[in-house]
């Protein structure tokens, strides 16, 4: 089976397998290589929400997730629109959509990161079968497990955050040391940032990881949307 990482970045997406035979990287800049991704492989662990809510502001999984994280990192998870605001124009009709139905308007952070939202959506909507293979995750939730359970203190927009977050990947894949350098070398900071790639490979590991381990979810027991989507965050 062939497993990925994804995370987005400015130019689209940045994938990333660890998987000792099919390692490798990839910039992928359309929804259109998104999906020939999404084909292709068998598992892939992405981040990006994925199942969302009718009419409530806040989706159980993230409520969990910002509890496992702890307080210095709550402003990490976004609160994805609702269903109903998900196609909106712009943002003031979105979050007015939001606002009348939940009382609460959507954040810029998570109107930012509504294309790539709208994108992974309306893949899944238009072939279920990926369902069963794209799997919403969280990169600092990851590096919390790699941490021996415990919350890396610096932030990985720091240096010192960046090198440990990349210190636990490289005692963990072989792979690890030479992507990081050879991405920042083939792609631009406006293209691809030094914390995309860490993400990225982190996502990749524990897709890797899932194969032999038993996937756990946040919650437990998740929801599904109006959609049949779960709204989960997924870890091994």
Request: proline residues 5%; negative net charge; contains cysteine.
């Amino acid at each position: 089976m062939k497993t990925i990482g994804i995370d987005g970045c400015k130019a689209g997406w940045i994938a990333i397998s660890l998987d000792d035979v099919h390692a490798g990287y990839w910039l992928l800049e359309s929804n259109q290589e998104l999906k020939e991704t999404f084909e292709e492989y068998d598992r892939i662990f992405i981040d990006v929400p994925i199942g969302l809510t009718e009419d409530q502001y806040v989706r159980e999984c993230d409520e969990e997730l910002r509890n496992v994280l702890g307080p210095d990192y709550k402003a990490s998870v976004f609160n994805p629109p609702i269903r109903s605001a998900l196609h909106a124009p712009t943002y003031a009709e979105a979050s007015m959509e939001s606002y009348e139905t939940t009382g609460k308007k959507i954040s810029i952070q998570a109107w930012n990161i509504t294309p790539n939202i709208k994108a992974v959506d309306q893949l899944l909507q238009n072939d279920e079968s990926l369902r069963e293979k794209v799997f919403e995750s969280h990169p600092e939730l990851i590096f919390q497990k790699l941490n021996g359970g415990n919350s890396i203190l610096q932030k990985k927009q720091t240096k010192k955050g960046l090198r440990h977050r990349l210190g636990l990947l490289k005692e963990q894949s072989k792979f690890a040391d030479d992507f990081f350098r050879d991405i920042k070398e083939e792609y631009r900071r406006n293209q691809v940032e030094e914390d995309d790639i860490v993400d990225a490979m982190a996502l990749a590991l524990f897709a890797f990881r899932s194969l032999d381990k038993p996937v756990k979810t946040l919650p437990e027991d998740p929801p599904k949307d109006s959609t049949g989507l779960p709204m989960a965050i997924h870890y091994v």
